[in-house]
């Protein structure tokens, strides 16, 4: 049943990633264009840099999960493995995990907590849109994170060949 969930919200995340990702491109050319390519008459949207600038913390937050399931962030595995013995890699991996955890859990609490709070305020050149929309990819991108780094956390290492 996990995998099943897992997955929906693998393909939901890359969806959404897809569709974000092009849509600050599409909306960053049209910016361009219109500031540098038309007539005095054409300028570009007054809202159209706040999105784009918004949107990409949503990719950002989004993104970072996706580089968590891929083992693609930054270890120190190398030093792990020059001073420490197999076992002893593992503990201290695992260690780390669970700290990256509880600091994740915090920034989501914050994160939901800002989120909650900003509910009233609008952007300056969107009137009718709350900024907490964008804020919320703190606490979206933090949970996914927390998935992610729970999934590291319980996979199972794979057997190396010849071993029974």
């Not at 007054?46 to 999105?51: N, S």
């Not at 595995?77 to 197999?86: G, T, V």
Request: net charge positive; with cysteine; aromatic share 10%.
């Amino acid at each position: 049943m996990f995998e099943k969930i897992y997955k929906l919200l693998d393909r939901i995340r890359a969806c959404t990633i897809i569709v974000l990702l092009g849509g600050v491109i599409i909306l960053s050319l049209i910016q361009i264009v219109l500031r540098y390519f038309t007539s005095a008459d054409l300028k570009p949207f007054a809202w159209g840099d706040e999105v784009v600038r918004l949107t990409a913390i949503w990719v950002a937050f989004l993104a970072a999960s996706v580089g968590v399931k891929k083992e693609s962030h930054l270890s120190v595995e190398f030093f792990l493995n020059k001073f420490l013995k197999p076992a002893q890699v593992t503990i201290a991996k695992k260690a780390a995990i669970i700290i990256v955890i509880a600091a994740l859990a915090a920034v989501t609490k914050e994160g939901i907590n800002y989120t909650r709070n900003s509910t009233h305020t609008m952007l300056q050149n969107l009137p009718n849109m709350s900024i907490a929309w964008f804020y919320a990819s703190i606490p979206v991108g933090c949970a996914l994170l927390i998935m992610e780094y729970l999934v590291l956390l319980f996979k199972k290492k794979p057997q190396k060949e010849g071993n029974v």
